[in-house]
């Protein structure tokens, strides 16, 4: 995304509060459109605490799923940015414990 001004960056989050309110009235379109704007950096920020790419979209995927259920619980105290990306780095820190949880499995193992 390129550089905002301090007015660009007011109106992306009056624009994404708007999205926010939409969401919270049931309008999935809304989420989408804060899906849309987000995913692209979330899983480029994600993919520097996850190396691997697919292990990176898989826990955007989570944390917007994430997000999307604890919707109602924003309550606009932070930007939808930067509760999401907290959102963001909980489920990769949560990947990564689970990882250093499982035994590792050969090659060629059945998953």
């Given at each position: 995304?390129?550089?905002?001004?301090?007015?660009?960056?007011?109106?992306?989050?009056?624009q994404d509060?708007?999205?926010?309110?939409?969401?919270?009235?049931?309008?999935?379109?809304?989420?989408?459109?804060?899906?849309?704007?987000?995913?692209?950096?979330v899983v480029?920020?994600?993919?520097?605490?996850?190396?691997?790419?697919?292990?990176?979209?898989?826990?955007?995927?989570?944390?917007?799923?994430?997000?999307?259920?604890?919707?109602?619980?924003?309550?606009?105290?932070?930007?939808?940015?930067?509760?999401?990306?907290?959102?963001?780095?909980?489920?990769?820190?949560?990947?990564?414990?689970?990882?250093?949880?499982?035994?590792?499995?050969?090659a060629g193992?059945?998953?």
């Open positions: 995304m390129a550089w905002r001004d301090a007015a660009g960056a007011g109106r992306a989050a009056d509060q708007a999205l926010v309110d939409r969401a919270r009235r049931g309008d999935d379109d809304a989420f989408g459109d804060l899906v849309r704007a987000y995913q692209h950096r480029n920020f994600t993919q520097a605490m996850v190396p691997d790419r697919a292990d990176a979209e898989d826990i955007a995927q989570e944390a917007f799923l994430r997000a999307y259920r604890a919707l109602r619980q924003f309550r606009g105290g932070s930007s939808f940015k930067t509760w999401l990306y907290q959102s963001v780095t909980n489920t990769a820190r949560t990947h990564l414990a689970e990882g250093r949880d499982r035994p590792e499995q050969a193992d059945p998953a």
